[in-house]
């Protein structure tokens, strides 16, 4: 309430939106808290992001790259850094996830790719690398949060032996593939469905210089929302051929860009499975066990079909997980 005072004083005071009134609108996977703002018949959004657990600063520093290449961001109308507050435009309530439908999926990941294609072209000079150091220590979320804290598995040294072996080796695809501007969590909550510019984007301040697959992957093997297996890897491979026209990446054979787009959504799902308990036992936000499951499904499904993570899959099964899910999803 504290916050949300100071908050509400700012608006009024600072930004001069004497008469605004504000509501909730959602937190996300974060320290971030975000209220919609109306005075005097318009909106906005506030962004609430507590300076001793969030830095503004890359959220504006990419929100200007991404503007400046035509991308459908939140103006920033006022800042205070050193509250923690940022005054943006409102991009609406209408997000991709649910809205997306069999009849209009097309149409609208046509949208998100063409958005996609924009994002990779941006030069990645100012951007932190996505390196070996900060994906080794995502998959370790897997380990330390998703089997031995929430699902309770006390891990033998061999165990550890075959997840520390597949890191290193999805981390070394991971870096080999073409490097390019990464906004990291392009997915279907962090798009929203626009009239003009579609998509708009949010969650965007972790950009890295990374793989050319991630932001891919992300996007058609969403934790939140399911295709059809062929459906995904037609857009996959058409997206493949557009970078390829466009100069993005060199050109590369179907099986090597499945390769690298498989490997590395093997990676993230290790990641995600990992943050999503993480989110719950240490955060207390529980909504996010329900997306577990199918986030589980992808890794299974796909470390079952590479050599280079033939033992991931072995351990998956003999662990019995997906049993263990059943009783551990549900708080």
């Not at 109306?38 to 909106?43: D, H, I, T, W």
């Not at 080796?169 to 909550?189: E, N, W």
């Not at 929203?192 to 949010?202: D, E, Q």
Request: charged share 25%; hydrophobic share 40%.
């Amino acid at each position: 309430m504290k916050r949300l005072s100071r908050l509400q004083a700012w608006l009024k005071d600072d930004c001069e939106l004497a008469h605004c009134s504000i509501t909730p609108v959602s937190g996300d996977a974060s320290f971030r808290r975000y209220f919609r703002v109306l005075n005097n018949g318009r909106r906005y959004i506030a962004m609430d992001a507590p300076p001793e657990n969030e830095d503004c600063r890359p959220f504006i520093e990419v929100t200007h790259q991404l503007a400046d290449a035509g991308l459908h961001v939140p103006h920033i109308h006022e800042m205070d850094l050193e509250a923690g507050f940022l005054l943006l435009d409102d991009l609406g309530d209408k997000l991709y996830l649910k809205h997306l439908n069999e009849d209009n999926a097309q149409a609208l990941y046509a949208d998100a790719l063409q958005a996609l294609l924009k994002i990779q072209s941006i030069d990645t000079s100012k951007l932190p690398a996505y390196d070996r150091t900060l994906l080794m220590a995502e998959m370790g979320l897997f380990r330390d949060w998703f089997l031995s804290k929430h699902l309770n598995i006390a891990l033998s040294p061999q165990d550890h032996g075959i997840l520390t072996q597949t890191f290193t080796t999805l981390a070394g695809y991971a870096l080999a593939q073409p490097q390019v501007f990464v906004h990291r969590d392009y997915h279907s909550r962090n798009l929203m469905l626009t009239p003009a510019n579609n998509p708009g984007l949010l969650d965007y301040q972790d950009a890295v210089r990374g793989p050319v697959t991630y932001d891919l992957l992300s996007l058609l093997r969403d934790s939140y929302i399911a295709w059809p297996p062929q459906q995904v890897n037609r857009w996959a491979l058409e997206y493949r051929d557009t970078i390829v026209a466009a100069g993005i990446i060199s050109a590369v054979d179907d099986e090597t860009f499945m390769r690298w787009f498989d490997l590395m959504g093997i990676q993230r799902q290790l990641k995600v499975c990992g943050i999503f308990a993480r989110l719950y036992h240490r955060d207390g936000k529980p909504d996010y066990l329900r997306n577990i499951p199918l986030t589980f499904h992808y890794l299974t499904e796909t470390s079952n079909r590479h050599p280079q993570t033939a033992q991931l899959s072995g351990l998956l099964q003999t662990l019995d997980i997906e049993r263990r899910l059943e009783d551990q999803t549900t708080p």
